[in-house]
Structures are given as C-alpha cells and as structure tokens.
C-alpha cells in the first residue's frame, strides 16, 4: 500500500472545498483511498493511502486539475497500516499562522510528517 503527502498552491474558497470533500469522499470510498486534507489560505496539504494503482492514479489526476498548482510530494512511501484507515477524507482548515508553522516543518520528510500527523488527531473528537 502507498502513502503520499503532499503539497499544493491553491486560491479556491471554502465552498470550493466543501465541493472537493464532497467528490473526494465519494471518489476514495469507490477507489479504497482513505486519507486527510489540510487547507490553509494559501493551499492544502493532503495525506492519501491505498493501493499503489490507485494512489499514482489519484495524483496524476491532482497534476491535472487547475485548482491546485506546484504541487509537491512531501513524503512517498510503501505501508502496511493506514493512518486514517476509517476516513475517506478527514479535514481541517488551518489559520495563517498554523498553516506557516506546517510550512516551516519542511525541512527534512520526517519533521513535516510529524508535524501533519500531530494536527489530525485533534479532528477525531471533532468530525
């Protein structure tokens, strides 16, 4: 099983997200893609797993879409157990300066996956 995270710039509005959620959802339970996504002002970040087919699928149809552009993949790596094995699609939307301090993270593979699993747990109460 692959597990991607990634990055991407993007200006969309929340409802705009609330459309993707949506077709996400819908899209991920169809294909066995469990995952999250982080939206900040300036774009998201998205952790997806599953099967690797359908994974390099689902990010070359991300490459494709206009509503996310420099897009870039973070961490790739093969896994046995899923971080988010019960969500088609978590979500959390991030204020400026959360979503500056994820982007501070970068610096090394290790350190943003920290970072990304250390702001979802929170959501499990929530959502």
């Known amino acids: 099983m692959k597990q991607i995270l990634y990055r991407s710039i993007s200006k969309v509005d929340e409802i705009d997200v609330t459309n993707i959620l949506e077709v996400s959802r819908k899209n991920n339970k169809a294909n066995d893609i469990t995952g999250f996504l982080i939206f900040h002002l300036d774009g998201f970040y998205q952790m997806i797993e599953g099967p690797d087919r359908n994974i390099e699928e689902l990010v070359t149809k991300l490459g494709r879409d206009p509503r996310h552009t ?14 988010f094995p019960d969500w088609s699609m978590g ?33 499990y109460q929530v959502t």
């Open 70 to 83: 420099n897009i870039e993949i973070l961490s790739s790596k093969d896994v046995e157990t899923r971080h």
């Open 91 to 123: 979500y959390l939307k991030l204020g400026k300066a959360i979503g500056l301090s994820l982007a501070d993270s970068i610096s090394n593979e290790d350190a943003i996956l920290e970072k990304f699993l250390e702001l979802t747990p929170a959501c």
